[in-house]
């Protein structure tokens, strides 16, 4: 099983960022997908999720309005848009998945089986 994040980088505030993640090695249109991030000092977090088919996203408070997640089940691929960057979006994002919904929970990392190896997003 692989997750190979990309897009990440460093952006001012107010600009946007493009995550994508790759997946291979599991039947990757059945697993509800995230997106979490993980700041120097802090725990990790979710920020955003969708479920196996896309009906449905969930989203923290601190990025509702500003940040999609949307995947494409051909492409094996889940994205995270985010615009209107603010330095406090600044941490290391992953994507994870989850077998098989999302959950009330899906906020919880310990409720994802696989994980990327995460991308750099720094806002300044």
């Known amino acids: 099983v692989q997750l190979v994040e990309s897009g990440g980088g460093s952006v001012q505030a107010g600009g946007s960022l493009r995550l994508s993640c790759v997946a291979s090695?599991?039947?990757?249109?059945?697993?509800?997908m995230g997106w979490f991030r993980q700041a120097p000092g802090k725990e990790r977090e979710g920020v955003a999720a969708i479920t196996a088919g896309g009906g449905a996203t969930f989203y923290a408070d601190s990025v509702k309005g500003r940040f999609t997640i949307f995947r494409d089940n051909a492409k094996n691929t889940v994205y995270l848009q985010m615009n209107t960057l603010k330095p406090e979006d600044t941490a290391m994002y992953y994507c994870?998945?989850?077998?098989?919904?999302?959950?009330?929970?899906?906020?919880?990392?310990?409720?994802?089986?696989?994980w990327g190896q995460g991308t750099q997003v720094t806002v300044s």
């Open positions: 994870a998945a989850r077998y098989p919904i999302c959950g009330g929970d899906w906020y919880e990392p310990k409720n994802f089986r696989y």
């Open positions: 090695g599991y039947t990757y249109s059945s697993y509800c």
